[in-house]
């Protein structure tokens, strides 16, 4: 082996080696930080590893997106931090030749905080991504009327060329005053509710009414397929597809092998060409 091939195979072997925390001779992260800063580091440490959600069409045969988990239990002062790191993570799969688009879910507080959204900005833009790649999951959404500050805040992301998706959507009356303002493009509807009681027939036009993209969240069982199929979802995901994995993970998924298997075991399914 000549040695511009021996260079090649270790950058290749050390390109596609798994994130490991550099340890010192003890066994212990040489950080040089304080009590609550290196348990700080560890909490990040250990949702980073399996903090990426893979998201899959409704066959389960296409990896479509991923949902940045970390931040759905950020406070405040983690927020803009976890936010870098869920950029850093769709930069790191682009540069290794996936275009994974990453939902990345926010309060919907932050985006009534000029601060935050002009940190936010920043962060985009010196991220230098591709129009598509960036979308924002705004969920608590627990206020009766969208508030000025809010619409305002979510326009301005979306001059940045990011898209806008409603996470835990269940069609309540403020729920769908805020779809109807911002007109997102994704909509996520936690598919258990459905689960005891059949899909309400207007729920099954909310993807049309509002031109959005429906995703299935929290599917755990074949029924949660089911009923996902039912309401015309075009995007899945859950324990049942595949659990969170770590960003390193994502770049070798290409498909869920246990939908595919369920579907094969359904033929009597009435599925329109693959969504």
């Excluded at 050390?14 to 994130?19: E, G, L, R, S, T």
């Excluded at 985009?124 to 969208?146: A, C, E, F, Y």
């Excluded at 039912?230 to 659990?243: D, E, R, S, V």
């Amino acid at each position: 082996m000549s040695p511009k091939s021996r260079l090649y195979t270790l950058v290749k072997a050390w390109k596609n080696k798994p994130f490991q925390e550099v340890r010192d001779a003890c066994g212990q992260p040489w950080l040089g930080l304080n009590s609550e800063a290196l348990k700080e580091h560890q909490s990040w440490s250990q949702r980073q590893t399996i903090g990426h959600e893979p998201i899959f069409n409704s066959r389960g045969t296409k990896l479509t997106s991923s949902l940045f988990r970390p931040l759905l239990t950020a406070s405040d002062s983690q927020v803009l931090r976890l936010f870098m790191e869920g950029l850093d993570t769709i930069t790191y799969w682009y540069r290794s030749g996936r275009f994974i688009p990453g939902i990345l879910p926010l309060p919907e507080h932050v985006f009534e905080s000029s601060d935050f959204v002009d940190g936010l900005s920043d962060l985009i833009l010196n991220s230098r991504l591709p129009v598509g790649l960036i979308s924002l999951g705004v969920h608590q959404l627990d206020k009766p009327h969208l508030s000025t500050d809010c619409k305002d805040g979510l326009l301005r992301m979306r001059r940045l060329g990011v898209l806008i998706h409603m996470l835990n959507y269940s069609g309540t009356l403020s729920q769908m005053r805020w779809a109807e303002e911002i007109q997102p493009e994704g909509m996520h509807l936690d598919i258990t509710q459905f689960r005891t009681s059949a899909v309400p027939a207007e729920m099954l036009s909310h993807g049309k009414r509002f031109k959005s993209q429906i995703y299935a969240s929290n599917i755990t069982l074949v029924k949660d397929i089911e009923n996902a199929i039912a309401i015309g979802a075009q995007h899945c995901y859950g324990g049942l597809m595949m659990p969170s994995v770590s960003r390193h993970q994502i770049l070798h998924i290409n498909d869920s092998r246990i939908a595919k298997a369920i579907f094969s075991l359904h033929p009597h399914q009435n599925l329109n060409g693959d969504k």
